[in-house]
């Protein structure tokens, strides 16, 4: 008989959780996404000792049905895709059906969850990646996901975690960049019984970047909007008086979805050429619209990587959308004709 042998579903879901699930900002970062695929205008976060204690979410979307209950935490099970073709547009945050499983995996989870607003719902409890308990209890329509304990059965994974402050920064950072990506929906996050972020979801992303970064840095932005065939751009940029020591507020969201881009980042950057004073960043929330098929979110499990298949269209639209709002000359390409 040869050796090699396909792991159980377990031992899968373990070395997926290596992945996905690397600390506690990450944990929070699926579970939120999931309740914004589920529809929720309301999603609340509590978290306890930087997350590794409890992070616990509560939306008001539209819950998980009985039977899904289960199959939500088996590895590859999504209700966001059906073909391989829906992999080329994807509208969803999630499509991969590897985070409740990886969680699980690594934690005490437990879900309440309803599909209506009867009252009744049900409770889903899983231990290190082992179903506890599943019964009918009494629920809110939504989702509430409690995670215990996280790394409790992988101590390898807990010594290598950082200090509470820093975890919760992690946590926080994520928490303001998609509370930046939907403005629409409220937030809150509490962090032992501190609040530390409570959005309005009224869509105003100014009263967003307000919130985040302060009243004060809020009053120094200015709007840009523009649109082409392929993209649809708009946000906030700060004037270049009000600069920072590093890209952290740099905020590049593609529908829906905030994602790390050197390409558009170099390109604001350009937009704003010789008006910052050198290695001083600016405060930009870009929110970019683009049919999915034309982004390739699939390069990485955290999905924060993309490629683009019409890139350099996008950078010159980036560059000049943010020369235009400084006021500065937007230079004609060259091999353009002028008519
Ligand atoms: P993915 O998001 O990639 O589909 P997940 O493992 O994150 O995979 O979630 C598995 C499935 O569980 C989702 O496809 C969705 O149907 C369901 N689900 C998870 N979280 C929620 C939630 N907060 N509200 C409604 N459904 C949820
Ligand atoms: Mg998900």
């Not at 929720?40 to 306890?48: A, L």
């Not at 308990?133 to 304990?149: F, L, N, P, Y």
């Not at 008006?275 to 870009?286: A, G, H, S, T």
């Amino acid at each position: 008989m040869g050796k090699i042998r396909l792991l159980d579903e377990h031992i899968a879901n373990q070395i997926a959780a290596g992945e996905v699930v690397e600390r506690p900002a990450s944990v929070v970062k699926e579970l939120v996404e999931n309740s914004i695929d589920a529809g929720s205008s309301r999603i609340d976060v509590i978290v306890e000792e930087g997350g590794l204690q409890l992070i616990r979410v509560t939306d008001n979307g539209a819950g998980i049905e009985g039977e899904d209950c289960e199959m939500a935490f088996f590895r590859h099970a999504t209700s966001k895709i059906n073909s391989g073709k829906d992999l080329f547009s994807i509208r969803t945050l999630g499509f991969r059906g590897e985070a409740l499983p990886s969680i699980a995996a690594v934690s005490k989870t437990e879900v309440i969850t309803a599909t209506d607003g009867s009252g009744l719902g049900r409770k889903l409890a899983v231990e290190g990646g082992h179903v506890a308990a599943h019964e009918e209890a009494a629920a809110r329509k939504g989702t509430d996901i409690s995670v215990k304990e996280l790394f409790y059965n992988t101590p390898a994974r807990l010594k290598y975690m950082k200090t509470i402050q820093t975890e919760l920064g992690h946590i926080s950072d994520y928490m303001y960049r998609l509370s930046l990506a939907h403005p629409d929906i409220a937030f809150t996050l509490k962090h032992n019984g501190n609040t530390l972020l409570q959005t309005l979801g009224k869509g105003d992303l100014l009263q967003v970047i307000a919130g985040v970064y302060g009243s004060a840095v809020g009053k120094q932005m200015l709007p840009v909007e523009e649109e082409s065939l392929d993209y649809k751009i708009n946000g906030y940029i700060s004037r270049p008086e009000l600069n920072r020591a590093n890209r952290s507020a740099i905020s590049i969201i593609i529908n829906g979805r905030y994602v790390r881009s050197f390409a558009v980042q170099h390109a604001i950057m350009n937009g704003y050429h010789t008006l910052l004073p050198i290695n001083r960043f600016p405060v930009v929330i870009l929110h970019i619209e683009m049919d999915p098929s034309l982004v390739d979110v699939n390069v990485h499990p955290s999905k924060l990587e993309v490629r683009f298949s019409k890139e350099p269209e996008l950078i010159r639209m980036v560059e000049d959308l943010i020369k235009q709002a400084l006021g500065q000359q937007v230079l004609i390409p060259k091999g353009v004709q002028q008519t």
